[in-house]
């Protein structure tokens, strides 16, 4: 039997091995992003929304925001309560693995605090989204929101 063949087999099994976990592991964490969106802001606005679906392959949470056209960027959601709608800052935003959670006006959403610009139609708004993973490890997401009109779908631009 000759011991070089015999290794060289054993370090290209376990090279197999490591792609495939490593692909495991990647498909686990896969959050896939779609329909990202903000809302045009009135001139002087200091805060806006950005919206959009979040998928994730395997349980996992949002957990922070970013985009360099705000001075500060919280995850917010908004509610009713005693028939009056509240918004207010969350901790994290869960996504169960493989189902679709929905960034929308009146519920969860992006809150872009102190706008450094005007979100004009047609522009886009760069934000970078942070995914916890069950196992504790991050990723960190780019995401390109188009900005819309004012209203959307009948919506006024003050209801985030």
Known sequence: MNINFTVKHLIGAACVGAMLASSAVMAQ???E???AWARASAPAQKVGAVY?????AAPARLVSASSPVAAKVELHN????NNVMKMYP???????AG???KLAPGGY???LIDLKRDLVKGDTVPVTLTVEQSNKTRQTIEVKAE??????????????
């Open 29 to 31: 964490s896969k959050v």
């Open 33 to 35: 992003v779609t329909n």
């Open 52 to 56: 959009m679906d979040l998928r994730s």
């Open 78 to 81: 908004m509610k009713m309560e």
């Open 90 to 96: 969350v901790e994290a935003i869960d996504l169960p």
């Open 99 to 101: 189902q679709s959670v």
């Open 109 to 111: 959403h992006v809150m």
């Open 147 to 160: 900005v819309r009109d004012l209203t959307v779908s009948g919506t006024p631009h003050g209801a985030h």
